[in-house]
């Protein structure tokens, strides 16, 4: 390669690497395969190899990704909090091996472990109390995540005393008044297809694998979620001054002594044969495990050789990760159905001979789509490749074309909905088949029914059998009857008393009181989950504002990009689903947000605000001082706009077109003094353009 491309790969792979890391850490939301990520960085590292006068201390390859989040207190490490070095390949253990041979001579051991798929943590215990607990961070300082890791059932609080032990004897090894033990918080499968269940049902994002679904957890700001996801913790790596052990494994069986969950799947081995043997043993038995493994962690065992060894500024020389690659089945496509979901999606999903993957039977898997049909060129009674990706049900990832019969048969992806017959139209965009019958298809009409009853929603007592009933004897059609159900119609229905019709009239009753954003998710606006109902109603205060929104404005709302403002004016846009909203708004249900906040000041009165980037506080909750000191939000910036009010990471765009405008540009604190001030001095009137501002 020549050296100007070997500059340009250079700077595209460590903008690609910087992007995936932010992706993952902080957004637990990956966009590349562990896999593909190592690559990229090995190519990076390969060229900077190779063109040492490229090198820079920011490199992804020099250090650890960051999980930094403003929302939590930073605290620094004591030992600098590093990852590993990792490979895919045994002769690359070997090389490590050899590696340390040089370094320490041949009478050492290894001590192999599972490799725990989940988020790493450092648990600081003083006096045998549980003192703080950081995650890695960026390897130098980690956020403080003590209140949430107190909620982890298998944390000891308090480390306890070997079984069998008296007050008079001597304990094995008694805990240092100090110490730090590392690990990682992970989900098991139970507990992450539960979540992710749940997710679904409420149209919010599933999680992509345990591991985000564990890194998101841990990093929720109200704690007592915590403790409902269902977060374990396995440790293996002791830090401290003066322990009193020669090896890990010591170290380790110690901390099992004290109370603390330390894994019993490792083993000490004398040779890579040996090392080999232990990694094919879990790379089939992890299949088996209630938690997702992702390889085999390989460790110098004698601390001193450790020491001996060494880190280099990323990795410790005395470790390494073999890594497995994504754990796949391969099993019989039996048939295909075409499902309707209550967005009217249709989804084709495919029926499986049951197979062992990842802890589970899987007997049904994801097709995505018809594009993805053709694509894989799958027929009835092939072999396929099913894998457990972010969805609830596994997808099917590859054809073993070496094993189609000749009786195998093509698929066809229905022209028309399977339940209404509507001919489907294909969203190009998503690649997505819809039916467009929404009022008249009785999939569609049910799963909306569903949903508004559903917890999260208008959380009234009822399940899909109940929806099922007043939808077949034709009492309930859309959202808005529910409210006009009475006893009597209901004892009408196969089953019902009138214990069982009182209590379902009382929970419809109780639904009345139910907050706005909740009403608002509830309708089943294509695309709105409970967050995005949330900002939307808080951003607009009533009902009429949002029926009444331009998709522009609608743009203004945080979390609402193209493709949610369309979909929410098109909703109210339908003549059908306004009057829904009118006859729920005669039964009472709720449609304005709670009391506006305090007004604050008038000092932005007569004043249109752009906002771009983080601040200390949300993005909404910064619309909403801007509110309360009198102040106008907008979206776009125009020579009609007061000031630019820009925080980290503000948009390059929004800063270049202020310039071109002569719209001032304030940070925070600007702003907040121009507030802050006005709230004190009430004679304070200078002119907001008139200021000194900062350009950043
Ligand atoms: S030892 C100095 N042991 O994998 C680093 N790490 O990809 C010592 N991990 O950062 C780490 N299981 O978060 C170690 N048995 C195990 C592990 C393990 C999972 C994580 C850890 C590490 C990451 C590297």
């Known amino acids: 390669m020549e050296k100007a491309q070997a500059y340009i790969r250079i700077q595209e792979l460590r903008e690609v690497l910087r992007e995936a890391n932010r992706q993952y850490y902080v957004e637990n939301s990956p966009t590349l395969s562990d896999y593909e990520f190592d690559m990229l960085l090995k190519e990076l590292e390969a060229l ?15 250090h650890v990704g960051s999980d930094i989040k403003k929302e939590f207190e930073q605290f620094p490490h004591r030992y600098p909090m590093l990852s590993l070095g990792n490979t895919y390949d045994i002769s690359e253990v070997q090389a490590f091996a050899d590696r340390a041979t040089k370094g320490i001579g041949n009478s050492f051991t290894y001590s192999c472990e599972l490799k725990f798929d989940g988020t790493a943590i450092c648990l600081t215990y003083r006096n045998g109390r549980l003192f703080r607990a950081l995650t890695r961070g960026d390897g130098t300082v980690g956020d403080d995540v003590t209140r949430n890791v107190r909620h982890i059932s298998n944390i000891p609080q308090q480390l306890s005393v070997p079984q069998g032990f008296t007050p008079t004897a001597q304990r094995p090894h008694p805990w240092p008044d100090e110490f730090e033990i590392r690990g990682e918080i992970y989900m098991p499968w139970s507990a992450f297809d539960r ?83 232990f990694i094919n043993h879990w790379d089939t038995e992890r299949k088996n495990l209630p938690y997702a493994t992702d390889g085999i962690v390989i460790k110098v065992n004698e601390l001193p050789y450790q020491e001996e060894l ?15 690659k994504a754990e796949q089945a391969l099993t019989k496509l039996i048939s295909i159905d075409y499902q309707v979901g209550r967005t009217g999606a249709v989804t084709p999903v495919a029926n499986l001979e049951p197979v062992q993957l990842s802890g589970t039977i ?32 596994p997808k099917i990832t590859g054809v073993e074309l070496s094993q189609r019969g000749a009786d195998v048969t093509l698929p066809h992806f229905p022209a028309f909905c399977p339940d209404c017959g509507t001919a489907l139209i294909k969203d190009e965009e998503e690649a997505k088949s819809f ?21 999260k929603a208008m959380n009234v007592i009822a399940g899909d059998a ?45 639904s009345r009181k139910v907050g706005f954003d909740r009403v608002l998710f509830a309708l089943g606006i294509r695309y709105v989950g409970e967050t995005t109902a949330r900002s939307v109603a808080r951003h607009f205060g009533n009902i009429d504002a949002i029926m009444n929104a331009t998709k522009e404005e609608l743009l203004n709302v945080d979390d609402v990009g193209e493709v949610i403002a369309e979909s929410i ?40 605000i752009v906002i771009s980037g983080n601040f200390s506080i949300s993005r909404d909750e910064m619309k909403a001082l801007i509110a309360a000191n009198g102040g106008k939000n907008s979206g776009s910036i125009s020579g009609k706009t007061s000031f630019l009010l820009a925080g980290e990471k503000a948009g390059p765009e929004k ?42």
């Open 435 to 455: 039916c467009p019958n929404q009022t008249g298809c009785p999939t569609q009409i049910k799963g909306r029914l569903v949903h508004f009853l559903s917890r």
């Open 48 to 62: 900077e190899k190779e063109y040492p006068e490229f090198m820079s201390p920011d490199s992804p390859t020099q």
């Open 362 to 393: 899987v007997k049904r898997a994801s097709l995505h789509n018809a594009d993805q049909m053709e694509q894989l060129d799958i027929h009835i009674g092939d072999y396929v490749y099913v894998e457990k990706g972010g969805e609830i049900i």
């Open 195 to 277: 979540l992710n269940e749940e997710r679904l049902k409420d149209e919010e994002q599933p999680f992509a694998n345990p591991r985000n679904a564990a890194s998101g957890s841990l990093k929720l700001i109200d704690s007592r979620q915590v403790a409902n996801r269902g977060l374990e913790c396995t440790l293996y790596h002791m830090l401290g001054e003066n322990l009193p052990f020669t090896t890990h494994d010591q170290a380790l069986k110690a901390a099992s002594d004290w109370g603390l969950p330390v894994s019993d799947k490792r083993r000490i081995c004398r040779s890579i044969e040996e090392i080999e043997e």
């Open 569 to 608: 004016f098109e909703f109210f846009s339908e003549e059908a689903n306004r009057d829904i909203v009118s006859r729920l708004k005669e039964a009472g249900l709720r449609f304005e947000a709670d009391a506006a906040p305090e007004q604050l000041s008038a000092e932005l009165e007569g004043k249109t």
């Open 310 to 324: 060494g880190y280099t500024s990323k990795f410790p020389r005395w470790a390494v990760a073999y890594k497995f």
């Open 655 to 696: 800063l270049k077109k202020a310039e071109a405008l002569g719209v001032s540009i304030i940070s925070e604190e600007e702003f907040r003094q121009m507030i802050g001030s006005a709230a004190e001095q009430e004679h304070m009137t200078e002119p907001v353009d008139g200021e000194q501002l900062s350009l950043f």
């Open 466 to 510: 109940t929806v099922d009933q007043l939808f077949n004897k034709a009492l309930v059609w859309n959202v808005a009857d529910f409210y006009d159900l009475t006893k009597e119609l209901l004892l009408t229905l196969e089953g019902w008393k009138e214990r069982s019709a009182e209590r379902f009239l009382k929970s419809l009753q109780e």
